[in-house]
């Protein structure tokens, strides 16, 4: 998901930022969680706390790619974490379009990311494609989301509710991975034992335990792994730009689950 290599060699400065990068995201979580509406009963359910645990892996994965911005230090409680320079992510092109994970729409004309979202089910290219159907639809949709973003051929683009066109968003892969390869594979693993999360026994049954409707338990890491970076990159949208309405990991814990897509 990153226009350069994340295999560079790791510094101290490196380390540095992405210790304080998930300092400054979980000190986003409360108030993300409260105007997402997660009823204070399950703001501490198991998923969250287990995806608060791995806001390390997301933070350190973003600094490896360049995604964020250069002085963390400068950067207030309601700002954007994610770099302007939109040349260090990769746009969902033919030889990603297949893969699964967390991606981001990008506003091309006011030149902000708008919202984070998570594929697992399918190819990012297919949800992109699910996305422009449902803008397209005439009908006033529950989702703020394309409430927003109508195509130029919907009669909903001459709405005052628009903030622009769907036809002017850009789908960027924030991180991406094919559910075949090595490390997919190895998703169940804590990364101790050659995975990437951070995991102990409890953390996998509660994982596993969930998304009754998957038989296939490796599928349900794949999952999990792709709500966790949709998460992160969600708490390092500007909420004033954030056109999401959505916590997010609808698929571990229906109680989250809202009409925005």
């Known amino acids: 998901g990153t226009a350069n290599n994340p295999l560079q060699n790791i510094n101290d400065g490196m380390k540095d930022k992405a210790n304080m990068l998930v300092r400054i995201l979980r000190s986003r979580v409360n108030e993300f969680m409260n105007r997402r509406n997660v009823p204070s009963d399950k703001q501490g359910h198991p998923i969250i706390k287990l995806a608060w645990k791995n806001l390390s892996v997301v933070a350190a994965y973003m600094v490896l790619c360049d995604h964020v911005k250069t002085d963390l230090s400068c950067i207030g409680g309601t700002e954007a974490l994610l770099t302007p320079d ?29 919202r984070s979202g998570k594929v697992s089910a399918q190819g990012f290219a297919s949800r992109h494609n699910d996305h ?13 989301f394309y409430l927003s973003y109508p195509t130029k051929e919907c009669s909903r683009v001459q709405s005052n509710l628009k903030h622009g066109v769907f036809d002017a968003l850009t789908m960027f892969v924030a991180a ?33 335990s969930r998304m009754k409707n998957e038989s296939n338990s490796l599928k349900k890491y794949h999952a999990f792994l792709s709500y966790l970076m949709e998460f992160g990159y969600d708490l390092a949208i500007a909420p004033s730009h954030n ?3 959505s916590f997010g990991f609808e698929g571990f814990v229906s109680t989250f689950h809202t009409n925005n897509a």
């Open 86 to 114: 939109i040349r260090k992510f990769v746009e969902c092109n033919d030889v990603n379009k297949d893969q699964i994970g967390a991606y981001l729409y990008r506003d091309n004309n006011h030149g902000i990311i708008i």
């Open 176 to 208: 991406g991975f094919d559910a075949n390869d090595d490390m997919a594979l190895r998703l169940n693993r804590c990364f101790r034992d050659g995975g990437v999360m951070i995991m102990n026994e409890s953390d996998k049954t509660n994982i596993e």
């Open 132 to 144: 422009r159907k449902e803008a397209a639809k005439e009908a006033a949709p529950s989702s703020r």
């Open 243 to 245: 056109i999401s309405d």
